[in-house]
């Protein structure tokens, strides 16, 4: 079953107070924008904080983004990766941490995520369930 925007904000818990990291491929493409916007209308409509971080299109910086992000202790950090691969430290770090990761795009080859969102349907998943 997929997730509307509304329900995968909601995946961070019961919503009100809570915190998400999101950390964007970069703001610099429209298509970017436009899911930032959507994502930030479910946030703004569940109570969620969403801190928005710009990727800018730099794997390297994402990697230190999503490792600062793990420190902030947010509920969740939701992640359009440019090059997940680069990103198994920083999502094996919020595992442990017992952060979720809610994630766009394509996974890290390591570590575990709450739910993925599919940009072309606009639809989140959860995690290992076939669409």
Same mark, same amino acid.
């Given at each position: 079953m997929g997730l =509307?925007?509304?329900?995968?904000?909601a995946a961070t818990g019961d919503g009100k107070g809570n915190t998400v990291e999101y950390i964007t491929f970069g703001l610099q493409f429209e298509c970017q924008v436009a899911l930032v916007d959507d994502i930030k209308a479910a946030a703004d409509k569940a109570g969620v904080k969403l801190n928005i971080i710009d990727g800018k299109g730099d794997p390297n910086l994402q990697v230190t983004q999503v490792l600062d992000a793990v420190t902030k202790q947010p509920d969740a950090i939701l992640i359009n990766p440019v090059n =997940?691969?680069?990103?198994?430290?920083g999502v094996k770090r919020a595992n442990k941490a017992n952060i979720s990761r809610l994630h766009h795009g394509e996974c890290a080859a390591e570590g575990k995520y709450s739910a993925t969102l599919i940009s072309t349907t606009w639809l989140a998943v959860p995690w290992g369930q076939d669409v």
């Open positions: =509307s925007p509304d329900q995968l904000i =997940s691969t680069l990103l198994v430290a």
